[in-house]
């Protein structure tokens, strides 16, 4: 598993879809734990959730309307 093309950035308040993972990465220091996701606008990738320094991708417990 290697890095990509950066296709996009997702900010705080993001909603995304997840369609595969988690997949886990050895890191430099630590293992990161990836998602394939898709956005609002269709783009679809694979994003860091959670290397052991902070916390990136959280779950939404609210149903899509």
Do not use: K, M
Not at 12 to 20: P, S
Not at 32 to 61: C, H, K, M, Y
């Amino acid at each position: 598993f290697g890095a990509g093309e950066i296709i996009g950035y997702l900010t705080e308040g993001d909603i995304v879809l997840l369609v595969d993972g988690p997949l886990a990465v050895a890191g430099d220091e630590d293992t990161i734990v990836w998602w394939f996701v898709e956005t609002a606008d269709g783009a679809r990738g694979w994003t860091p959730a959670n290397p052991s320094q902070f916390t990136l991708l959280e779950a939404n417990d609210e149903e899509e309307q």
